[in-house]
């Protein structure tokens, strides 16, 4: 109970696709996010959805090449990623947050603190 849990980290070639996954039980929040972070690097939030409507945001640096979504009935939120990069190699979290700003009518935030239960996070490494 109250876990959030990512898997589907991997290598992968420059091109390459991946598939995260983020099992969530126990926990309270409207959103999940996605963020990324790698050494040196600040952490960034990179998509996010709202999980009763299925609204979504992205950041730029993923738009058009991040798929973000979700199967309520299995307690998960995916990420697929396509057309990954090295610049892309980070390790990956997802979070849940209470999405208060959604709620009332503005964007799904993609920064870190309007999310407060996180995952342990998966590496994500593409070689050029």
């Known amino acids: 109970q109250g876990q959030l849990a990512e898997s589907g980290g991997g290598s992968v070639q420059d091109g390459g696709s991946l598939t995260l996954s983020c099992a969530g039980s126990?926990?309270?929040?409207?959103?999940i996010g996605w963020f990324r972070q790698a050494p040196g690097k600040e952490r960034d939030g990179i998509a996010a959805?709202?999980?009763?409507?299925?609204?979504?945001t992205y950041a730029d640096s993923v738009k058009g090449r991040f798929n973000i979504s979700r199967d309520n009935a299995k307690n998960t939120v995916y990420l697929q990623m396509n057309s990954l990069k090295p610049v892309d190699s980070a390790i990956y979290y997802c979070?849940?947050?209470?999405?208060?700003?959604?709620?009332?009518?503005?964007?799904?935030?993609?920064?870190?603190?309007?999310?407060?239960?996180w995952g342990q996070g998966t590496q994500v490494t593409v070689s050029s």
């Open positions: 126990g926990y309270s929040g409207n959103c």
């Open positions: 959805i709202y999980i009763l409507s299925g609204k979504t």
């Open positions: 979070a849940a947050g209470g999405c208060l700003s959604t709620i009332l009518g503005g964007p799904i935030p993609l920064t870190s603190e309007d999310y407060n239960f």
